[in-house]
Nanobody
Framework: QVQLVESGGGLVQAGGSLRLSCAAS????????MAWFRQAPGKERDFVAA????????IYADSVKGRFTISRDNTKNTCDLQMNGLKPEDTAVYYC????????????????WGQGTQVTVSS
């Protein structure tokens, strides 16, 4: 079992940066693939970025490629999302998720979810 807690959301102007952090409980964090998803009001929860277990392979949604970077520290049980060049369309609740699959961008494959953190980008 893994429990996830996100932090770092907030209000930022367009072009600014935020760093989201996901703290995970459990002794087997390194065996889980990790990802970030986001959900804007009235829309489905969408994939943002994913990171494999130990190989550090990453995949990104086209809309954030080149602006967002996902990383993990298996010694601290954390998974971060560095967001640069933020746009108003990035406004959403951001969720951290964990999966027993090495690397996947399908939300159906993720077993554990955090409670979410709000990111608001003003124009």
């Amino acid at each position: 079992q893994v429990q996830l807690v996100e932090s770092g959301g907030g209000l930022v102007q367009a072009g600014g940066s935020l760093r989201l952090s996901c703290a995970a409980s459990g002794r087997t964090f390194s065996s889980y693939g990790m990802a970030w998803f986001r959900q804007a009001p009235g829309k489905e929860r969408d994939f943002v970025a994913a990171l494999s277990t130990s190989t550090r392979t990453t995949i990104y949604a086209d809309s954030v490629k080149g602006r967002f970077t996902i990383s993990r520290d298996n010694t601290k049980n954390t998974c971060d999302l560095q967001m640069n060049g933020l746009k108003p369309e990035d406004t959403a609740v951001y969720y951290c998720a964990a999966t027993r699959i090495v690397l996947t961008k399908s939300k159906l494959d993720y077993d554990y979810w955090g409670q979410g953190t709000q990111v608001t980008v003003s124009s």
